[in-house]
């Protein structure tokens, strides 16, 4: 597992709380990014939105997650899913009082 942690914090401002990712091997060689991702209680990617070329889904393996899309907003708990079209802005943020646990996947890879 690589830690991709420093890439969501470097390259953007306003993220708030811990969220840390581990990327399984080297996806750049297999043009697929598979991560797994912790969000502290109140993690939030930013109110920024995320945007970039690929299709992202994953797993919610514990506690929730907001997910927003566009203009739509959903909380995903253990054992929801998503998939969507990355070029949409999202972001992704823990609204609860346990750290959320997600497996995702993304193509091509994006961090």
Same mark, same amino acid.
């Given at each position: 597992?690589?830690?991709?942690? #420093?890439?969501? =914090?470097? !390259? %953007?401002n306003g993220t708030r709380g811990r969220i840390t990712l581990q990327q399984v091997g080297d996806a750049r060689a297999h043009n697929? /990014?598979?991560?797994?991702? %912790? @969000?502290?209680? #109140? $993690?939030?990617?930013? %109110? /920024? ?5 690929a299709t992202e889904g994953g797993v919610v393996i514990a506690g /929730?997650?907001?997910? *927003?899309?566009?203009?739509? *907003?959903?909380?995903?708990? $253990?054992?929801?899913? @998503? ?9 992704? %943020?823990?609204?609860?009082?346990? /750290? $959320?646990?997600?497996?995702? !996947?993304? *193509?091509?890879? =994006?961090?």
């Open positions: 597992m690589r830690d991709l942690t #420093g890439r969501l =914090y470097s !390259a %953007r697929l /990014q598979i991560l797994h991702e %912790r @969000y502290d209680p #109140g $993690a939030d990617t930013g %109110r /920024q939105m995320l945007e970039h070329v /929730q997650l907001e997910i *927003t899309v566009g203009d739509t *907003t959903a909380i995903l708990n $253990a054992g929801d899913s @998503y998939l969507f079209d990355s070029t949409l802005p999202h972001r992704f %943020r823990n609204p609860g009082m346990v /750290q $959320a646990v997600v497996v995702s !996947a993304c *193509t091509p890879p =994006y961090l």
